[in-house]
């Protein structure tokens, strides 16, 4: 299938059919000050990509047993990261709490950090704006389709895929096109390492830190919803406290990092743009497709609706 290809060549090349990668400028710094000084850095966070968050019944909704330890993990993980580009002298953070059920912990966050949350129904760029130096991403998860990826899905696990001008793209991607359209560059990413191998692939030279390594092989496709969100459970994890240790040293090397290579971070796609969503079957509904377009405005665009229709085989 053209989608099957145009996938293998984007993990592959990390340059799929219509995505390109700009440079964008580093701020000009004062003599001796550290690399990242004055930088704002925005940090995404999701729930799934956390490590020793073990499957989504268990951990990811409200009602979850575990529910509690696994937005103290989080917001924890995310509190590495403050501290890892505090120390490369980033001084201004915002999280943007990105778990649909939300996640962070605002008793726990850093007191450094600004929390955002809550955008209506025009949601991207989840408060991210033009402006902004850095922007990082927690506990994420792979998109959908993934191999050997743990939890991983597109929005929900209901979407079979997503792609932007025929390139998959999952909730990583979504968001880190938003950033070059607004000059924000991408630097650091944590999760699990199906979604660190994505988010190099999109972001040649990112700094990604793996918390936890999923086994189950094989993509899904011939699983309905329901089924696709029991499948990816098995994975094998870092301790949280060495996750954070990790994450901590890995975000330092980022920001340190960005201040001396000035093509590391900001990824465009050539217009104009094109979003088609495929939905998985559910309770005897067939598969479905919804396609939009938008001749120059990537942020429009993910904002669009779609109407769905049956998708033809």
């Known amino acids: 299938m053209k989608a099957d290809r145009n996938r293998r060549d984007f993990l592959r090349t990390g340059i799929a059919t219509g995505i390109g990668l700009a440079t964008g400028g580093a701020r000009v710094r004062a003599a001796g000050s550290p690399r990242g000084a004055g930088s704002s850095v925005y940090i995404m966070t999701d729930l799934e990509g956390v490590a020793c968050v073990l499957d989504f019944e268990n951990w990811c909704t409200p009602d979850s047993r575990y529910h509690e330890m696994a937005r103290e993990f989080l917001t924890l993980e995310v509190n590495a990261a403050i501290e890892g580009f505090a120390q490369g002298g980033a001084t201004e953070f915002l999280v943007a709490d ?44 792979a998109m959908a389709r993934t191999e050997c990826a743990h939890l991983a899905h597109t929005g929900s696990f209901g979407v079979f895929e997503c792609t932007l001008n025929g390139a998959p793209v999952g909730e990583f991607g979504q968001v880190a096109l938003c950033a070059g359209q607004l000059g924000v560059r991408t630097i650091f990413g944590s999760g699990d390492l199906a979604f660190t191998i994505e988010a190099a692939a999109l972001v ?110």
């Open 98 to 141: 990105g778990h649909g059920h939300g996640a962070i912990h605002p008793k726990l966050l850093d007191p450094r950090a600004r929390l955002a949350r809550n955008w209506g129904s025009r949601p991207y760029p989840f408060s991210l704006e033009k402006g902004m130096d850095y922007a990082a991403w927690i506990g994420q998860h």
């Open 204 to 313: 040649p030279g990112i700094e990604t830190v793996a918390v936890k390594r999923g086994t189950i092989a094989g993509r899904g496709d011939e699983c309905d919803a329901d089924a696709y969100a029991r499948r990816n459970l098995a994975a094998i994890h870092d301790q949280p406290v060495r996750a954070r240790n990790r994450i901590r040293d890995g975000a330092r090397r980022a920001i340190e990092r960005a201040g001396t290579e000035p093509g590391l971070g900001v990824v465009r796609l050539a217009r104009p743009f094109e979003r088609v969503t495929t939905l998985r079957s559910r309770a005897g509904q067939p598969r479905r497709v919804g396609r939009a377009t938008h001749p120059d405005d990537v942020i429009a665009l993910m904002n669009g609706s779609l109407s769905y229709e049956p998708l033809k085989q």
